[in-house]
Structure formats: C-alpha cells, structure tokens
C-alpha cells in the first residue's frame, strides 16, 4: 500500500481556510500564515480553482512551514465534467508538494445534479463515471485522491451511497484506485454529544438508512469516522485513511446566546481532545468530559473555517475576521496550544524545553502585535525569505524544532531570557535588531 503524507509535526488539527478562492496572494499568505501557527494547525483546506493554479508561492509556504495543504476541487456533476482538464493542474501540484486533493463535494444531494441526472436510476454508477477518470489521473500524478465528503443523512443517504460506490469500485476492477484513494466525511457535532454513534454499526445495529429507533444512535455526528471506515473495512477488507472536514460548521450548532460561547468551546475543545490524543487537554480542563482519541486511520481533522469577508455569508461561522481578534473558539485554543505538552515558551522557567531533535532546519521569528502584523516587516524580511526559505512565524513556541533561529526584533518583543533557552535547547540563535533602515540592511545583506 503506498504512503500517506502527513505533516512533520502532526497533531491532527487542521482548519478550512476561506470558503472562496479568492484569497492566495503574497499578503493573504503572511497574514494568515501567523494565524495558523498561533492556533497549532498543521493542515489546511483550500478551495481549488478549475480554471488556474494556486500560486506556487502560497503553496511552497504552507509546506515550507510544516503545513499539509488539502485542495478541494469542487467539480460540477453535469455533463461538462469530462471537458475539465486538470492534468497540468495536478502535475504542477504534485510537484510543487500537494499530496491530497478532493474530487466533488456532497454527491448525495439533489442540488449538486442537474434534476435529470438526479433522476437516472443509478446515481452512484452516474457519480462515478466521473469520478474515476479524474482520480485516477490524479493518483497517476503522484496525488492522493480523496472521495469526497458526503452530506450527513442527505437526499440520498451517505452511508448507502458509500458502501454502494465502493462496492461498484470492486466491481469495476478499479483496484488500482482503491489501493490509493483516501476518503473523507463531514464530521459536525449538529449538538449531538461528541460521542454520540461510537463505536458504529457493532455497537448500533438496528441504525437503519433513513431511520434512527428511539432509543438507538447513528453516524451523524462527530464520530461518524467509526462508520465510514467500517463500511470500508466490509466491503474492500480495510479501512481507508480517512480526513474529517467541517468540523463545527453545521447550522444547527449552538448559536450563543452567551457571548462568550461557553458551550461551543467546549464542544471545540473537545474535538481537539480526540484529535490530538486524550491526555492533551484534560490535564488543563479537568472540568471537561473525557473524549476518546480518534483511531490512527483518522489523518486529521479541519475546523471550519478560519476566516471569511465581512459580508459573506458564512462570516459568523469564522475563527478570525480580517483585522479582528479571534474567536472566544480561537482564543480557547490558542490556550491550548500554549499548555500543550507543556512546550509554552517562559522566559521564567530556569530549565530549557525539552526536546529530542531539531526537525526545522531554519526558523525566521518577526514581530507581532496586538492589532496584528507590520507590512513593513514582511516587505524588509522578503529578500532574506527569498534567499533562504525559512519557515516563517511570529513566536518563539516552535522555534525550539529549528536548528537554525532568526529574531527580529529587540529585546522589548523578545527577551534575552527567552533567546537563551533557545540556545540551551541546542538552537543557533541570531537576533537583527536596531531602526528600521538598520534592520532592512542586515536582512538584505545576511
């Protein structure tokens, strides 16, 4: 079986960035990229263009920063599907470091068909006679292809849909493509208690398609993972590697009342329990109901959604909203991410961070502030990033992985105290500091 990427640094967190494509430029890239690091995210769903590339440049940075890109390619369902071409989009993809890449979006929903293809008799032989050509092209690109995330229930429901089509691919013979492909599953809470479907069909048997029993428990919720990968394990004889997406997107979620969203945070807070593993947030949150750790097939799981315009539509389901703080939910897991296993950089604790290796090899720090980052310090900081390709950040938290560490900045926004733990660490330390004319020389001269 061939390999499934994940990122160096994997806790299995990840977000969905914009729900558009309109936000890939050199500035989106450094303003966000903070944002992703501040919350510990090493995954990150993309919406794809059909018509044109995600700059290589936006790409380059999500790897070169530890962070495994996802494209979603949401491909219309109709018949202009087989004139998409996305060969030289895959091509260009893989190489640039792309690993995963999903094909359509909610199958299993009327408003993704024209109404005369929903209406033909075998929508899942219908689906994948678009689906396949595409996947494989990409599997044959060096991408994994990712069955896309089927909606919950939906019009024609998921769980049918998914054992039908995997039950055709065996059919068809399209072993090539079933030894490659991943899957992937909308895992929103819908205010269903976290644990709610655990443990699947063994523990769930009388769940039927279309009908939960009084009583009885089903896959719509946050654990539907043990569904999708049990149906898998039936009928090809293993579970697939398996992404969760949307997680906390639905619309039935709590909309708070409490500003301060009490009960949302828990929900998110225990999401990232069983993502990162149980012993993550309970030593922190002892008042917090024990989650079990997702299973190792579970690859990651991306939160929706980091940011969004002011005027769209899904800007009050957003982390971040451009120029505001975050989130009481993102607030809540910066927290977290400082107190995870007790890594938080102190400048008053007297015995350096553990650690066991330096897996990044250079680590460029540049200053933050409460209303964000300076475009000044980007622009100054382009020629050294362009020179040599650091992993970019605006803390010193994951400066203790990098053998090599850059700071910007004076003794005000990064304490010798905290430099010096980085140099017991094992860290070659370097700080540029001084005006603004001085800084821009010694980064455009290093």
Known sequence: MPNFPTPPVNNRIGFHYFPDTDHYRETDLYTWLPEIKTLGAFWLTLVAPLDRAIPEFFINGLVENGIEPILHFQLPLNKKTANVDLDLLFQNYARWGVNYVILFDAPNIRKSWTPSSWAQEDLVENFLDHFIPQAENAAKRGLVPVFPPLEP??????????????????????????????????????????????????????????????????????????WYMAIT???????????????????????????????????????????????????????????????????????????????SPFADQAWFLPGENGSPKAQALIR????????????????????????????????????????????????????????????????????????????????????????????????????????ATQLAEK
């Open 233 to 311: 394990q039936a009928v090809i004889g293993e579970p697939r590697p398996l992404i969760l997406l949307y997680l906390g997107s639905s619309s039935s979620e709590e909309k708070s009342n409490d500003p301060e969203q009490k009960a949302h945070v828990r929900r998110t807070l225990g999401m990232v329990q069983a993502l990162a593993g149980p012993s993550s947030i309970a030593k922190n949150n002892p008042s917090l109901k024990a989650v079990n750790a997702l299973p190792p097939q579970v690859l990651c799981g991306n939160f929706w959604l980091l940011s969004a315009d002011p005027g």
């Open 153 to 226: 229930g939906g019009d024609y429901w998921d769980t049918a849909f998914l054992r039908s089509s995997f039950q055709a691919l065996e059919r068809r013979g399209s072993y090539y493509l079933l030894d490659r492909m991943g899957i992937s599953a909308k895992a929103f809470s819908a205010n269903r208690p976290l644990d709610w479907g655990s443990g699947g069909p063994e523990r769930w048997p009388e769940s039927r398609p279309y009908f939960t029993k009084s009583g009885n428990q089903d896959h719509r919720g946050f654990a539907i993972s043990d």
């Open 336 to 439: 977290w991410n400082s107190w995870a296993d007790g890594k938080a950089l102190d400048p008053t604790r007297s015995s350096p961070v553990p650690v066991t290796t330096q897996t990044i090899p250079h680590y460029l720090v540049l200053p933050a502030y409460e209303w964000g980052i300076t475009d000044w310090h980007l622009n100054a900081a382009r020629p050294f990033i362009r020179k040599y390709r650091p992993m970019i950040g605006f803390s010193l938290n994951y400066a203790f992985m990098a053998e090599r560490v850059t700071v910007v900045g004076d003794v005000d926004q990064f304490p010798e105290s905290a430099l010096d733990l980085l140099r017991n660490a094992g860290c070659m330390v370097e700080r540029i500091s001084g005006d603004g004319t001085s800084i």
